[in-house]
């Protein structure tokens, strides 16, 4: 073995832009950036629009990445205000694992 994994591209890095939260530099993706904001907004009530502009991502890729988070429980609807739909994150203590999860294995990977 050559100490690529089978999923990277010669040349890639493991961690991704240092400026990425911790599940975005391992996992990388949508669905890892939307989840990553836990850690700035917690269980605060978020619309797609708010996901949007502090991720970066498309309206409708976040659109996508709350749905598939829903799907995992890791996500909610919570209320309307106006004619747009709140999501809150279900913070709880496995999702916080992850994170910290994440956030360790990003430090390892840093101190090399």
Same mark, same amino acid.
């Given at each position: =073995?050559? $100490?690529?994994?089978? !999923?990277?591209?010669? $040349?890639?890095?493991?961690?991704? *832009?240092?400026? *990425? $939260? ?6 990388? $993706?949508?669905?890892?950036?939307? &989840? *990553? ?6 269980? =605060?009530?978020?619309? +797609? ?7 970066? &991502?498309? !309206? ?7 749905? @598939?988070?829903?799907? &995992?429980?890791? =996500? ?15 913070? @709880?203590? *496995?999702?916080?694992?992850? +994170?910290?999860?994440?956030?360790? &294995? #990003?430090?390892?990977?840093? #101190?090399?």
């Amino acid at each position: =073995m050559n $100490g690529t994994c089978a !999923y990277m591209r010669p $040349g890639e890095s493991v961690l991704k *832009d240092v400026r *990425d $939260g911790p599940l975005t530099q391992v996992f990388g $993706g949508p669905v890892a950036k939307v &989840l *990553d904001q836990t850690l700035y907004v917690g269980s =605060m009530e978020q619309t +797609i629009r708010m996901l949007s502009e502090s991720t970066g &991502l498309t !309206y409708k890729t976040v659109q996508k990445a709350v749905q @598939r988070l829903e799907k &995992l429980n890791l =996500m909610e609807p919570a209320r309307k205000v106006a004619n747009a739909q709140t999501y809150r994150f279900n913070a @709880r203590k *496995d999702l916080h694992e992850l +994170i910290l999860w994440a956030e360790n &294995l #990003k430090l390892g990977h840093s #101190k090399r």
